[in-house]
C-alpha cells in the first residue's frame, strides 16, 4: 500500500511540472465544449400514445360464440406497415418534407431517415407473459428540427393507426365474409349432387342395399346364427318327441280292470287292438298274483314278463300303423288311461312344433342361400353406397363448418363494430423546449470534464518527459549505487512566486466555473423569455 502511495505522490509531482498547460487545455476544451454546445441544433420530440384492449367487454357475452378478431394481430400488422416505404412517403408529402427530396434516390434516403427516427414502443403491464395477447399501450415518438413537423408527423402516423386498425379489421370481415358466402353456395351445390347421386344408386339397387340389420356380412352372420337356433330347436323338439314316444311304449292305454276314472266311463277297445289289450290286462292280472305268492326268478313270474313284453311291442305297432294310416292320433281314441291320453297329447304338440320347425328352417336355410349367392354383389354394392354415403358427409361437414363460420364472423363484426377495441391516451403533442440537445446538463458537465482533460493532457506530458521524484526511484531505474542527493532550499522569493503561481492557477479555475454558471444562467433566461413570449 506505502509503495502504491509513493508511486501516486511520484506521478502526481511529475505531472505538477505541466499544471499552466493542464489548466490550458481544460479552457480549450470547455470553450469548444461550449460553442459546439451552443451551435448543436435543436431537436423536438412529439409523442402519441395509445391504449390497446386485446379484450373486449362483450367477450363474455360472444366467447366461443362468435370469431373473435384478434386485435394484438392486427395492431402487430398495422405497427409494421406504418414503417413500410408507401406510408411513410405519404407522411413524407403530407408534412411536406419531401420537398427536398427531387430525386428517386434523395426520397428513399428520406424515407429511411423517417424510419429510423420514428419510433413505436409498446409498454406490457408489469409481470405479463410476453408470448400471450394482454393489453398494452403503444407510444408513438418521432424527432425533428422542427416541432410543427414533428407533431404533424406523429399525428399523420396515429390517423394511418386508427384508419388501418378499424378499416383493416372490418375490411378483413367483409372479404372473409364474401368468401364463405361463395364457399357455402359451392358446397351446397355439392350436397345437391351428392344426395340425387345417393337416390339414383339406391333406386338402381333395390333389394341389394343394407337394411337396419346392418350390411351385407352382418345379415349373413345374424341369418346363419338363426339357422342354427333353428336347428337346435328342433333337435331339442325331436329328442321330446322320441322321449315321449318311448314313455307311450312302455304306458298301458287301458285302465287295470275295475279301475275307472272319476267322471268317467271307460269304454272297451274293439276290434285287434281290444283283443290285445284283453290278453295284455289277463296277464298283467296274472303277473300281479304271481307277485304276491312267488319271487321275480320264478318262471312263470318270467315267463309271464316276456309275453307282456312281446304283447305291448304288438300293440306299438298297431298303434303306429293306425296313427300312419290316418284313423286317429296315436290311438288317443282307443285310450282310457289319463295318464296315457296325457303322453298321447304332449306327442301330438311336439308334432305340431316340429312341423314348424322345419318349415321354418327351410325358409331360413333359403335366405342364408339367398345371401351367400350374393356375396361377390351386396358387398361391392355396400362399399360403392358407403363411399357415397362418405363423401356426402365429409361435404356436409365442410358446408356446415362453413356456414357456423359465417354466422360467427358477422357475431363478431357486429362486436367490433359496437366495442372500441382501442383509445387515444394521448394526442399527438410536443413541448416548446428542445428535448435535444440537454444544454443545461452540458455546461454544467463541461467544467468537470475539462478538469478530467487537463489532468490527462498534464498526465501524457509527463510521460514524455519523465523525471526521478526520489533517490529510490532513481536507484530502482538505473539499478546502481545513489552516494547520495542535493536538497532544493528555496529562497522567500521563490517562495512567494510558487504561491502566486497558485493562487493564480486556482483563481484560473474558480473563473472556468463561473463562467460556465453564467452561462447556464443566461441559458435559463433566455429560453423562459422565449417560452414567455410563445405562450
Known amino acids: 500500500m506505502e509503495d502504491l502511495l509513493n508511486t501516486l505522490k511520484s506521478e502526481i509531482s511529475s505531472a505538477w ?10 479552457w480549450g476544451f470547455c470553450s469548444l465544449g461550449a460553442v459546439v454546445t451552443f451551435l448543436w441544433p435543436d431537436q423536438y420530440e412529439a409523442r402519441a400514445v395509445v391504449f390497446v384492449d386485446v379484450s373486449s367487454r362483450l367477450d363474455d357475452v360472444i366467447g366461443g360464440v362468435a370469431i373473435e ?25 403530407e408534412t411536406d418534407l419531401d420537398l427536398g427530396a427531387t430525386t428517386p434516390q434523395a426520397l428513399s434516403a428520406l424515407v429511411s431517415s423517417l424510419r429510423q427516427r420514428i419510433s413505436i414502443t409498446e409498454t406490457r403491464p408489469r409481470g405479463a407473459d410476453p408470448r400471450q395477447p394482454t393489453d398494452s399501450t403503444l407510444t408513438i415518438t418521432f424527432r425533428e428540427r422542427s416541432r410543427d413537423t414533428a407533431l404533424a408527423v406523429v399525428d399523420t402516423l396515429l390517423s394511418t393507426f386508427v384508419r388501418d386498425v378499424v378499416r383493416g379489421g372490418q375490411g378483413a370481415s367483409e372479404v372473409a365474409r364474401g368468401f364463405l358466402g361463395q364457399q357455402i353456395a359451392e358446397y351446397q351445390q355439392k350436397l345437391a349432387e351428392r344426395e340425387q347421386a345417393i337416390a339414383a344408386f339406391k333406386r338402381d339397387n333395390v333389394g341389394l342395399l343394407p337394411s337396419e340389420a346392418g350390411d351385407y356380412f352382418m345379415r349373413l352372420q345374424t341369418n346363419m346364427q338363426q339357422l342354427d337356433e333353428l336347428e337346435s330347436q328342433l333337435r331339442t323338439a325331436l329328442n321330446r318327441q322320441e322321449a315321449l314316444r318311448a314313455q307311450l311304449m312302455n304306458e298301458n292305454p287301458s285302465l287295470p280292470p275295475g279301475v275307472s276314472t272319476p267322471g268317467a266311463t271307460a269304454a272297451a277297445p274293439a276290434g285287434p287292438l281290444g283283443t290285445l289289450q284283453a290278453r295284455i290286462d289277463e296277464l298283467e292280472t296274472a303277473q300281479a298274483d304271481y307277485l304276491l305268492r312267488f319271487t321275480d326268478e320264478h318262471p312263470d313270474v318270467v315267463s309271464t314278463r316276456q309275453q307282456l313284453e312281446r304283447l305291448y311291442e304288438q300293440r306299438q305297432d298297431l298303434l303306429t300303423a293306425l296313427a300312419a294310416s290316418g284313423s286317429g292320433f296315436e290311438g288317443s281314441a282307443l285310450a282310457t288311461n289319463p295318464v296315457y291320453q296325457q303322453l298321447q297329447i304332449a306327442l301330438n304338440d311336439t308334432k305340431v312344433e316340429v312341423a314348424e320347425l322345419e318349415s321354418q328352417i327351410d325358409e331360413q336355410r333359403r335366405r342364408v342361400n339367398e345371401l351367400q349367392a350374393r356375396i361377390e354383389v351386396i358387398p ?29 364472423e358477422r357475431l363478431g363484426t357486429s362486436a367490433v363494430a359496437d366495442d372500441s377495441n382501442f383509445s387515444v391516451i394521448e394526442p399527438p403533442i410536443a413541448p416548446f423546449q428542445p ?17 478530467g482533460v487537463g489532468g ?16 529510490k526511484t532513481l536507484r530502482e531505474f538505473t539499478d546502481l549505487p545513489v552516494l547520495g542527493s542535493v536538497t532544493l532550499i528555496e529562497t ?13 492557477l486556482a483563481a484560473s479555475a474558480v473563473l472556468l466555473f463561473v463562467t460556465f454558471i453564467v452561462l447556464i444562467a443566461v441559458r435559463e433566461a433566455a429560453t423562459s423569455a422565449i417560452q414567455g413570449l410563445v405562450a
Do not use: C
Not at 17 to 26: K, L, Q
Not at 74 to 90: A, I, N
Not at 383 to 405: C, F, N, P, S, T
Open 456 to 471: 490527462a493532457v498534464a498526465y501524457l506530458l509527463s510521460l514524455l518527459s519523465p523525471v526521478f521524484a526520489s533517490v
Open 69 to 93: 378478431w384478434n386485435m394484438q394481430e392486427q395492431v402487430e400488422r398495422v405497427r409494421q406497415q406504418m414503417l413500410s416505404g408507401p406510408v411513410l412517403e405519404t407522411v413524407a408529402r
Open 435 to 451: 428535448t435535444t440537445p440537454n444544454r443545461l446538463l452540458i455546461l454544467a458537465a463541461l467544467p468537470i470534464l475539462g478538469f
Open 492 to 504: 522567500p522569493a521563490e517562495r512567494a512566486a510558487t504561491r502566486v503561481q497558485i493562487l493564480g
Open 380 to 408: 361391392e354394392v355396400e362399399a360403392r353406397l358407403a363411399g357415397l354415403v362418405r363423401d356426402y358427409d365429409q361435404v356436409k361437414a365442410i358446408h356446415d363448418e362453413l356456414v357456423r363460420r359465417l354466422e360467427q
Open 17 to 26: 511540472r505541466f499544471r499552466w498547460w493542464a489548466m490550458a487545455a481544460a
